[in-house]
């Protein structure tokens, strides 16, 4: 992960330059250089990898170096062509839960399956109301994310598709016996009144304040799906 962040940073050096949300960042800010960062990011990658394999398995391993393909290469080549890029970037950032599942299982299974997916659903709202509240630095770096392609109307009706599915994928954790219905219900009851707050976005005068709004609260979702994970998993 932090390697695949570093090399991240090295090729997005240029757009991040012209984007405040990102332009203090270490390599656009001058503060270590390009040839640093490779260096660096490659001792991580390096040491990440032998790390998983000593004290891991394979398929965890495996998982780890397919992650940082698809944050590095095809999320960083996707990201600057098509307004699909966000969605493309899910799969890396789905992957660390993941290899954590496979890391205590050592085995892909349905559990598996639907945790890649939940982050992946939960991700899509969580990143469009960054893009949404960033709206001009995207514009600024042309880069293709949904809101800047397709409007504010659009991006909206696609974060409440995502947060149904988030829903949807975490009830579904319970019922085929993963999860207890303390679980069920708790995301359930998250996952509702995050709707709410996206439903009401279509109301709203100034969508940057939404946005900002619907972005912390995704946090707390998270948050929740983390704890019920760990402490109410398999409460009946």
């Known amino acids: 992960m932090a390697s695949g962040c570093v090399f991240n940073n090295y090729i997005d050096r240029g757009i991040d330059k012209k984007m405040s949300r990102t332009k203090k960042r270490a390599i656009a800010a001058g503060d270590i250089t390009a040839k640093q960062a490779i260096v660096f990011g490659t001792v991580l ?66 559990g598996a399956l639907l945790l890649f997916l939940i982050l992946v659903a939960w991700q899509m709202p969580h990143f469009y109301a960054i893009a949404m509240r960033r709206f001009e630095d995207y514009k600024a770096a042309r880069l293709p994310v949904w809101p800047v392609e397709n409007g504010m109307k659009s991006t909206k009706i696609q974060i409440l598709f995502f947060i149904v ?53 995704s946090l707390l979702v998270l948050l929740t799906l983390s704890v019920m994970l760990s402490v109410g998993g398999r409460l009946v």
């Open 165 to 217: 599915c988030f829903i949807v994928l975490c009830i579904l954790l319970s019922l085929i016996g993963y999860t207890g219905i303390v679980f069920a219900l708790v995301m359930a009851g998250a996952g509702i009144y995050w709707l709410g707050m996206g439903i009401r976005g279509f109301k709203v005068e100034n969508d940057k304040l939404w946005a900002k709004k619907m972005f912390v609260f």
């Open 45 to 110: 990658g390096l040491l990440g990898t032998v790390i998983l394999i000593k004290f891991t398995n394979p398929l965890t391993t495996v998982a780890g170096l397919a992650g940082f393909f698809f944050y590095v290469v095809v999320y960083g080549f996707f990201k600057r062509r098509s307004k699909y890029g966000t969605l493309i970037g899910t799969i890396s950032g789905a992957v660390p839960p993941l290899a954590g599942y496979t890391a205590a299982t050592n085995s892909l299974d349905g």
